[in-house]
């Protein structure tokens, strides 16, 4: 029921637009969130916009380079990624969910996932 897009081979400093789409349900009250997994690593928080207030939330690599946002018309999120490193190379999730509490956000307990986008940054 979401869908992650967006993803692709981008040289360091460059700039990519990941989408998530979302079907079968509305996610307009839904916490949404992206993850991201390299290889060998346990899969981790990169951000999250809050459900009832909007308000943003960012792992600190990311912060000041990457902007989640939403489009509640078109069911979607997005994470818009400036200024890419070798380092942010992993599969980007994201991931919806209706009841979680502020303080979990940043958890992977999120009742829906995307299946995954490739983002692969070279130096």
């Known amino acids: 029921q979401l869908q992650a897009s967006g993803g692709g081979l981008v040289q360091a400093g460059g700039s990519l637009r990941l989408s998530c789409t979302g079907s079968g349900r509305t996610f307009r009250s839904y916490t949404m969130a992206w993850f991201r997994q390299a290889p060998g690593k346990e899969r981790e928080f990169v951000a999250a916009?809050?459900?009832?207030?909007?308000?943003?939330f960012y792992t600190d690599s990311v912060k000041g380079r990457f902007t989640i946002s939403r489009d509640i018309a078109k069911n979607a999120a997005y994470l818009q990624m400036n200024s890419l490193e070798p380092e942010d190379t992993a599969v980007y999730y994201c991931?919806?969910?209706?009841?979680?509490?502020?303080?979990?956000?940043?958890?992977?307990?999120?009742?829906?996932w995307g299946q995954g986008t490739q983002v692969t940054v070279s130096s």
């Open positions: 916009i809050f459900r009832s207030s909007g308000n943003t």
């Open positions: 991931a919806a969910d209706a009841r979680i509490i502020l303080s979990s956000i940043r958890r992977p307990l999120y009742d829906y």
